[in-house]
C-alpha cells in the first residue's frame, strides 16, 4: 500500500505539541519592524499555537506527525 507524502514546506514551518495542538513562528515579523508597535514586537516573540481551523489544515499536511 502507498504511503501518504508530508507536505514537505509544513514540515519546515510546523511543530507538534504533545497534546496534538500545532506550533508555529509568529507572523508579522519578517520585515517593515519599523512601522510595527514596540508591543506587537514584545507579544510576537516565540511561537504560538494555531487556532482549530488552521490547525485542521496543517495536520492534513503532515499525516503521521501525531
Known amino acids: 500500500m502507498p504511503k501518504m507524502k508530508t507536505k514537505s514546506g509544513a514540515k519546515k514551518r510546523f511543530k507538534m505539541t504533545a497534546s496534538g495542538r500545532v506550533k508555529a513562528g509568529q507572523a508579522g515579523k519578517r520585515h ?14 516565540g511561537t504560538t499555537i494555531l487556532c482549530a481551523a488552521d490547525e485542521k489544515i496543517v495536520k492534513k499536511y503532515m499525516p503521521y506527525a501525531r
Open 32 to 45: 517593515g519592524m519599523i512601522k510595527r508597535s514596540t508591543k506587537f514586537i514584545r507579544t510576537a516573540r
